[in-house]
Nanobody, 122 residues
Framework: VQLVESGGQLVHQGGSLRLSCVGS????????IGWFRQAPGKEREGVMC????????YFNDALKGRFTISRDDHWKTVYLRMDNVKAEDTATYYC????????????????WGQGTQVTVSS
């Protein structure tokens, strides 16, 4: 079982980027995929999630209008699109998988990636 994130980079405030999460070794289409982030010295927090049926959820209402999530089960990939990024978006972003439905509690997720670093410069 593997989840691999990519797309993290240094980006200027107000810019955009897209993170990818590719899964393998499990029935990707049967799993909800969530994105979480952790900034230095802070707790891990939920960002967004997409259920196995494609329903998206925000774990942080402050991200509405800036972040979107999508999935492509053919390519076993979930994307997190980040627009108008802010300095407070700087963090390591992780994707995680849980069967069918999204949960805000990161403790219930079965599989995790290693993370990708997003740094927003002001």
């Amino acid at each position: 079982v593997q989840l691999v994130e990519s797309g993290g980079q240094l980006v200027h405030q107000g810019g955009s980027l897209r993170l990818s999460c590719v899964g393998s070794g499990f029935s990707f289409g049967a799993y909800a995929i969530g994105w979480f982030r952790q900034a230095p010295g802070k707790e891990r927090e939920g960002v967004m999630c997409v259920s196995s049926s494609g329903v998206s959820s925000y774990f942080n209402d402050a991200l509405k209008g800036r972040f979107t999530i999508s999935r492509d089960d053919h390519w076993k990939t979930v994307y997190l699109r980040m627009d108008n990024v802010k300095a407070e978006d700087t963090a390591t972003y992780y994707c995680a998988a849980v069967e069918r439905w999204c949960y805000k509690d990161h403790g219930v997720y079965n599989f995790w990636g290693q993370g990708t670093q997003v740094t927003v410069s002001s």
